[in-house]
């Protein structure tokens, strides 16, 4: 019975409203001296750009532009507005998700290896 309490005490310590990032996929976009990036589901970002996938919400994992996605940082409006001419945190997404690099993970970087070395 203890075990259970001590586990529910741990859950509760649990800072609320942080997303622990860690299966996505970063797309970056460098306008001016401003980095924007969105963080999206890992293997979607290709099927976007092919037209296979057409829900943006099915690529998205958060529907917000980031200055920083690991440390959590959004864009201003004022540097959307800047940079992409709107606020528009969907249009600004799909811009990056068109034109944007997608940065890949360690494991999505070793498999790419591994297939060209075949």
Do not use: H
Not at 37 to 55: F, H, L, Q, T
Not at 80 to 93: I, M, R, S
Not at 101 to 116: M, N, V
Request: hydrophobic letters at 30%; proline letters at 2%; charged letters at 30%.
């Amino acid at each position: 019975e203890k075990s259970t309490e001590r586990a529910k005490m741990s859950a509760l310590k649990q800072p609320m409203g942080q997303k622990v990032l860690t299966n996505i996929s970063v797309v970056r976009l460098k306008k001016g001296k401003t980095q924007f990036e969105i963080a999206c589901y890992p293997n979607m970002v290709s099927s976007w750009r092919n037209g296979v996938e057409k829900d943006i919400d099915s690529v998205l994992q958060m529907d917000r532009v980031f200055k920083d996605v690991e440390q959590g940082e959004y864009a201003s409006s004022k540097d959307l507005q800047k940079a992409f001419g709107t606020t528009n945190q969907e249009e600004v997404c799909k811009e990056i998700l068109q034109k944007g690099e997608l940065q890949l993970s360690e494991k999505e970087r070793g498999a790419q290896q591994e297939s060209l070395l075949k």
